[in-house]
């Protein structure tokens, strides 16, 4: 399959696109164009002085999309949760010029690299955010399926506020994604053996010395076939309170999904791997006694009928597989509460687990704290994998969706 090969003679975005290279006036004389313009147009504090970007997209149709009906040497029996390249990407832009500071129309371009000015807003203040969701493969090959992703679509808006960014709206998000899905079909997992999992990218790209926000906006969503993101696979995971790293502090950024969140648990997080465990389980910055998040779960636990999880009050992100599981935890009789809960709590617990949308639902077979092991219950019999099963059939449509959850790509 042949990409676009075509290129504005002027492009001198802060952000080119790997087929561009070469295309005009080889490809290290454009990149000399790139950073002397990013150079002169870079702003102070307010962030004047900024020029649009003249670059273009190749204009892609129907007929370049991938038609194949499987990823390559795949083992789909093994995927784990790593980065498979894949063959296309969405990206779309928004500057000041752009009709309200919103985004114009996207392209899918193929998948690669991409050039940043190296006074980019995302790269020098960590101006960005991103999502996390999947595409499941119908039965009987009939088309994929999304959960929720104008949940997804929200929850970026809902941070590009808090980042001082423009958002694409919930439409031009959620076709993005289905043109990405479609674009890449060839890489969505047979059924039960994994999902087609997206990343969309919201970010400062446009130059800025000052600190302020970015002139200029790219939107990008990529995708990769993933398996289980846990190496245990679906069995149940072993987590260590960390009480000396925290996660978020009140008043931070703790509630959105932006990039800046994710590094800063890294040490802690490599620290407890070598140490045997899957991951770490934060407390509250201020008490330190009160459960925030593992480093990229929602935590919850079960004592008898009811189920305690963590309130999403700013510095706990609002899952979406957390609300989904709560909603269907309350149909089940269980008394739901989104509450301050406390490690002794945790500590007394009959189960406890952890969501999200790369986990799904993961049951946590021990916590330690303070150098103590506390054990829970695990199996086929708790409120767990009573959880997993429903929500995983839903989507992958394997169970009636009576709440309208899920949207078919076809």
Wanted: glycine share 12%.
């Amino acid at each position: 399959m042949a990409a676009a090969s075509s290129l504005s003679s002027a492009a001198k975005g802060a952000l080119l696109l790997p087929w561009a290279r070469g295309a005009a006036h080889g490809g290290g004389g454009l990149a000399r164009v790139l950073l002397s313009g990013a150079l002169a147009t870079a702003g102070g504090g307010g962030g004047g002085g900024s020029r649009r970007w003249q670059s273009s997209l190749p204009q892609l149709d129907h007929a370049d999309r991938s038609d194949e009906e499987s990823g390559g040497e795949i083992d789909w029996d093994n995927l784990g949760f790593g980065l498979t390249p894949t063959d296309y990407m969405y990206v779309m832009r928004s500057s000041p010029e752009d009709l309200g500071g919103g985004f114009s129309r996207g392209e899918l371009c193929r998948y690669g690299n991409i050039e940043l000015s190296p006074s980019s807003g995302v790269l020098n203040y960590a101006q960005g955010l991103f999502e996390g969701m999947k595409a499941y493969r119908r039965q009987g090959g009939g088309g994929y399926t999304l959960f929720r992703p104008e949940e997804n679509a929200r929850r970026m808006q809902h941070g590009a506020e808090r980042m001082c960014m423009p958002a694409p709206s919930v439409d031009q998000f959620v076709r993005a994604v289905k043109d990405t899905v479609l674009a890449n079909r060839r890489w969505v997992p047979p059924q039960g053996k994994g999902a087609l999992y997206l990343r969309p990218l919201l970010m400062g790209s446009g130059p800025i010395l000052g600190l302020a926000p970015a002139p200029e906006y790219t939107f990008l969503i990529y995708a990769a076939p993933v398996g289980n993101y846990f190496k245990e696979g679906l069995a149940p995971i072993n987590l260590v309170v960390d009480d000396a790293f925290h996660r978020a502090m009140p008043g931070g950024t703790g509630g959105v999904k932006t990039i800046a969140n994710y590094a800063p648990v890294l040490r802690a997080q490599v620290d407890a791997k070598s140490k045997g465990f899957t991951d770490v389980l934060y407390l509250d910055s201020v008490h330190k006694r009160y459960l925030e998040e593992v480093s990229s779960c929602n935590v919850f636990v079960v004592k008898g009928g009811a189920v305690a999880t963590p309130a999403a009050r700013g510095t706990i992100l609002p899952g979406i597989t957390r609300k989904s599981v709560i909603e269907l935890a309350r149909e089940r009789g269980y008394t739901v509460e989104e509450r301050l809960v406390s490690i002794d709590e945790l500590v007394d617990a009959d189960e406890v687990f952890c969501t999200g949308t790369a986990v799904v639902v993961a049951p946590v077979s021990s916590v330690t704290y303070q150098g103590q092991r506390h054990a829970f219950r695990t199996g086929p019999d708790t409120l767990a994998q009573e959880l997993y099963t429903t929500l995983t059939s839903i989507q992958m449509g394997l169970a009636e969706d009576s709440k309208g959850w899920t949207v078919a790509v076809d």
